[in-house]
């Protein structure tokens, strides 16, 4: 799809100018790739006017963002938490015996929430990139997050809210599988348990370990995975990509 934009057909030809950029060649995903983080959303902000001039009442495409891991960097607090106060090392979850279980299940649902949003940091952006999303016309975004407790749920609805705004939100109990709707609904997740049971389109977020999943370490390379479908008139993930993680 952006492959059209940079060929100059949009425009008739290459010397015409969007949003006082001449050359377009800017938006290439390997020059995206070398980006700093903060010229990516630039570059997104760019492609979502871009796609305001080319696409009206299309499908939006649904993608459901992990919070844990994904936006809010909250594990590596709970990892440090969990191992200062019990012992335990949460990277060894499936090592651990019934009583330790316990102990990690009681410390997620005692957890201060409103302690660990605050301080746990914001992955790459993550939350302006969401907001990009909100104001694109190819995308739909939602926020699925796996919950220990109802007062989890309910102080991340409240940070969601703060930060984020007015975006549909669902949640899981933990242990339990995400549920898509449609075949063609994104998960953007760090947790492979999540991937493998997601019927639609799995979406590795970058946690530093290996997956067989597509696997992206910023938001908004989705951008360059999206393919509309004239015939449909949906927006879609460009399964080909996926398949030979190219």
């Known amino acids: ?119 746990s940091s914001e992955i790459n952006e993550a939350i302006s990139f969401i907001k990009l999303f909100q104001e694109s016309v190819i995308f739909n975004p939602a926020i699925y997050s796996a919950v220990n407790s109802v007062s989890e749920m309910h102080k991340k609805c409240i940070f969601i809210e703060k930060n984020i705004g007015d975006i549909s939100k669902k949640f899981n109990a933990v242990h339990t599988p995400k549920l898509a709707v449609n075949n063609t609904d994104v998960l953007v997740d760090d947790t492979e348990y999540n991937l493998e049971n997601w019927t639609g389109v799995p979406i590795h977020f970058d946690n530093g370990k290996d997956s067989m999943y597509y696997t992206i370490s910023d938001f908004g390379e989705l951008y360059y995975l999206a393919n509309f479908n004239p015939e449909s008139n949906n927006m879609e993930i460009n399964m080909q990509r996926i398949y030979t993680k190219k």
């Not at 290459?14 to 950029?21: Q, S």
């Not at 949460?90 to 302690?115: A, G, P, Q, R, T």
């Open 1 to 119: 799809m952006i492959e059209y934009l940079l060929s100059g057909r949009f425009y008739g030809q290459n010397t015409r100018t969007f949003n006082g950029y001449k050359n377009l060649n800017i938006l290439s995903y390997d020059k995206y790739k070398k980006s700093t983080i903060k010229e990516k959303l630039e570059k997104i902000k760019l492609l979502n006017e871009y796609y305001k001039i080319l696409y009206s009442n299309i499908n939006k495409l649904d993608i459901y963002f992990d919070f844990d891991g994904v936006i809010k960097d909250t594990m590596r607090h709970c990892s440090y938490l969990l191992l200062r106060l019990h012992g335990i090392d949460i990277n060894l979850h499936s090592k651990f015996n019934v009583e330790d279980e316990k102990v990690v299940e009681n410390f997620f649902k005692s957890m201060d929430w409103d302690y660990l949003l605050n301080a």
